[in-house]
């Protein structure tokens, strides 16, 4: 059996006309000789000797097959879903408009079948087996055959992985790296850090783990901690001032606040008690 019969042949993948070899575009063939042994030159009148040629490609690299070919005439619409063929001509070449090649392109993945293979033979009674007769143009008869092809398997292409394999090793573990903050305080100086500031941050060295991680962040790691210089002893000239207010506030106990400040509401309660007088009914004579 040939090949066409075992579908191990590739489809046509697109149809144009091409005024020579040197215009003919790349990965197509140009048809260049007739099945009877003709020159397959697509002349326009006698008096004219440049012409031009059919010509056609397998290449799947666009993903769309040929999956039928039509002639139709000037006075016809283009049937749905083709399209002419393309024009890969020389500057003041042209194509007879009398009669025009359309192809129905599709998805190479949507169809099983196409067209396989494209032949011309000149206007005579020549017959080519197992093809199908398209129609006549301008002295010559285009043929197409059509039937199962096959569509190669794209292969997946290698990537280069660049990671480093020693990194993945499970014989050497790598041990975690502590915590630290990205934006660390700036260096504040000497004089304007508290004495609380300073007893925090010597707790807070204390409560660090063993490993020398820092167990939480919080909003308010990194932010400097200062008094303000009116509040600072250390820093203000009115220190002994500041001093005599804090020694002349006087701490109360509970017995003295109870004694400054009880009220025992024993006035609102007595004219609360108070029986208010009764105001005789309207007609009913007081007695005398």
């Not at 046509?12 to 042994?37: H, K, R």
């Not at 999956?67 to 005439?73: A, C, F, K």
């Not at 993945?168 to 305080?185: C, E, F, K, M, W």
């Not at 200062?226 to 820093?235: E, M, N, R, T, Y």
Request: hydrophobic share 35%; charged share 20%; proline share 8%.
């Amino acid at each position: 059996m040939s090949l066409m019969e075992h579908g191990s042949v590739r489809p046509v993948t697109a149809v144009a006309w091409t005024s020579n070899s040197s215009t003919c575009p790349t990965y197509f063939t140009l048809i260049s000789i007739t099945e009877d042994g003709a020159t397959a030159n697509f002349t326009r009148s006698f008096a004219i000797k440049s012409g031009y040629y059919l010509c056609y490609s397998k290449d799947l690299k666009g993903g769309m097959v040929v999956s039928d070919i039509q002639l139709i005439s000037d006075k016809d619409s283009i049937p749905h879903g083709y399209c002419f063929i393309a024009e890969h001509l020389e500057a003041k070449a042209s194509v007879w408009k009398k009669k025009r090649v359309c192809v129905r392109m599709v998805p190479v993945g949507s169809v099983d079948t196409a067209v396989l293979d494209i032949k011309v033979t000149a206007k005579s009674k020549m017959m080519l087996q197992h093809y199908t007769y398209v129609g006549d143009v301008h002295g010559y008869v285009l043929w197409c055959r059509k039937g199962h092809f096959s569509n190669p398997t794209p292969q997946a292409k290698p990537r280069s992985v660049s990671l480093d394999l020693r990194q993945l090793s499970i014989d050497q573990p790598v041990a975690p790296l502590p915590l630290r903050p990205s934006n660390p305080p700036p260096p504040l100086p000497n004089n304007k850090l508290s004495q609380r500031r300073h007893s925090l941050h010597n707790k807070d060295t204390g409560d660090k783990s063993a490993d020398g991680s820092i167990p939480g962040l919080t909003a308010l790691d990194g932010v400097p901690f200062s008094l303000h210089p009116k509040f600072d002893i250390q820093a203000n000239s009115t220190a002994l001032q500041l001093n005599s207010h804090l020694n002349n506030i006087r701490i109360k106990s509970l017995q003295d606040i109870k004694n400054e400040y009880d009220y025992t509401f024993a006035v609102e309660e007595s004219a609360a008690k108070r029986i208010r007088p009764s105001v005789p009914a309207e007609g009913v004579p007081s007695a005398q």
